[in-house]
């Protein structure tokens, strides 16, 4: 796991507490650790298959669904472990890869650190882009941040936010750069469709919420949150933009 702890540690600045609270981990380069692992402890074939974690192939035979990526474990909002994002650490394709789906993962009706969260006083939620945001945020002080597993916002998503945020304010804070603008004015509209009032976090020249702390800090990040623009604003800007 010297990769992924040089990576996590040198690479993106987490120390070994943040590495340890968020169970952050490691899919080794073989193709068939899991499948032994699972093995040995006596899970049959068709739950590991069920799992996600492990594919079999007809000719090839069970390999691991993650090889040779970074782990996060995704929680339901219990805290109970319903899944796994794995992300690469050059740059092949897929860049993230979520477990495949199944009856306890279903990506849109969960959040990455809803868990925690939900437990927050901030009175707000903050709703990134990926994973590492999420643990940036946190690791600010940001307790309250939260993101969609890899897929545009949904209506099941929306629906739990409601459930869960009682009268928690709703900011929005995606990358900059354009696939995460248009993430975001998508965001925007399907709150908006559930009646969900929510504010935009922008972050100037800065690609996303953890590149901005390190330059400027959480002070300035707090600074970002209190001047956060209306959504309605933020789309008609863009709309005129455009």
């Known amino acids: 796991g010297k990769m992924a702890m040089d990576y996590l540690v040198e690479g993106r600045g987490l120390d070994r507490d943040t ?31 069920e799992s996600g974690l492990v594919v079999f192939d007809e000719k090839k035979g069970p390999r691991d669904y993650f090889i040779n990526r970074l782990i996060f474990p995704i ?5 109970m472990p319903i899944a796994f994002g ?5 740059d092949s394709k ?38 590492m945001d999420v643990i940036a945020l946190h690791r600010a002080g940001f307790d309250s ?11 099941e998503q929306v629906k739990k936010l ?8 709703v900011y929005i804070c995606f990358d900059s750069d354009f696939a995460g603008t248009d993430a975001m004015h998508r965001a925007v509209g399907m709150l908006a469709l559930c009646g969900v009032d929510a504010k ?13 702390i390190k330059a400027n800090g959480s002070d300035a990040f707090e600074g970002r949150i209190k001047s956060a623009e209306n959504s309605f604003i933020y789309s008609l800007k863009k709309l005129r933009k455009e």
């Open 86 to 90: 794995g992300r690469v650490f050059d």
């Open 94 to 131: 897929p860049k993230y890869l979520n477990s495949n789906e199944n009856m306890i993962f279903q990506k849109r009706n969960n959040f990455y650190g809803l868990d925690r969260a939900k437990k927050s006083r901030s009175g707000m939620y903050i709703l990134c882009e990926g994973y």
């Open 75 to 79: 929680l339901d909002d219990k805290g």
């Open 19 to 49: 590495i340890r609270g968020f169970a952050l981990g490691y899919a080794d380069g073989n193709w068939d650790s899991m499948y032994r692992f699972l093995k040995s402890k006596g899970y049959e074939e068709e739950i590991m298959k």
């Open 145 to 155: 941040a939260i993101a969609p597993l890899g897929t545009a916002l949904t209506k």
């Open 200 to 212: 935009v976090i922008t972050m100037g020249e800065y690609k996303d919420p953890d590149e901005y």
């Open 162 to 169: 409601k459930v869960e945020r009682d009268s928690k304010k």
